[in-house]
């Protein structure tokens, strides 16, 4: 294993470990989590709709691609899936908050989307369980993925907030 690696190796752990740990405290309520009533109830009061939809979909990110990248399985998968998941929590939570980590801001949440930005764009590394499948993804398949992880949350946050068209009641008979 070459340093390279021992350091993707590290970064994968580090970066995908505090994901699935986010998505555990969403899903099973684990180390003082809302648990997924709480996080539904969250996501409702976030305005994104539907509430149950996204906060399943935003638990799976989580977990799941926290998991998946930890191991390094299927890592443009699940490095598009926590990109496009650290994109809405950054932009919809802790940007109109401010830089510090203290006041809720992006500090935190920015440098987890980093390391998995940087993850996406170099591969999982030798000491992932893609490289002992004998998985390889080309640099083009990678990038389209970070594309489709970003432009996914972008559009999600667009479409999850549009509210219908409230409709003035018809005027009965006078």
């Keep these: 294993m070459t340093p390279g690696d021992l350091g993707l190796l590290i970064l994968r752990l580090v970066v995908g470990l505090t994901f699935a740990a986010h998505g555990a405290q969403k899903a099973f309520g684990w180390w003082s989590g809302p648990k997924y009533a709480g996080w539904r109830a969250g996501v409702e009061r976030m305005g994104l709709r539907p509430a149950g939809f996204w906060a399943i979909v935003s638990t799976a990110a ?6 998946l990248l930890a191991v390094g399985l ?11 998941q650290s994109v809405v929590i950054v932009g919809l939570v802790h940007l109109p908050k401010g830089f510090w980590n203290r006041n809720g801001g992006v500090e935190f949440p920015l440098s ?40 996914g949350a972008l559009a999600a946050l667009a479409i999850s907030r549009v509210r219908p068209v409230e409709r003035p009641a018809a005027a009965g008979p006078r």
């Excluded at 002992?132 to 640099?139: E, I, K, Q, R, V």
Aim: charged content about 5%; hydrophobic content about 60%.
């Design 74 to 84: 299927l890592t443009p998968l699940a490095t598009a899936a926590l990109i496009a």
């Design 62 to 67: 989580e977990l799941g691609g926290g998991v």
């Design 112 to 151: 987890l989307a980093a390391g998995v930005v940087a993850l996406a764009g170099t591969g999982s590394g030798s000491a992932s369980l893609d490289a002992a499948l004998g998985l390889s993804y080309s640099a083009e398949v990678r990038g389209l993925l970070i594309a489709v992880g970003i432009f």
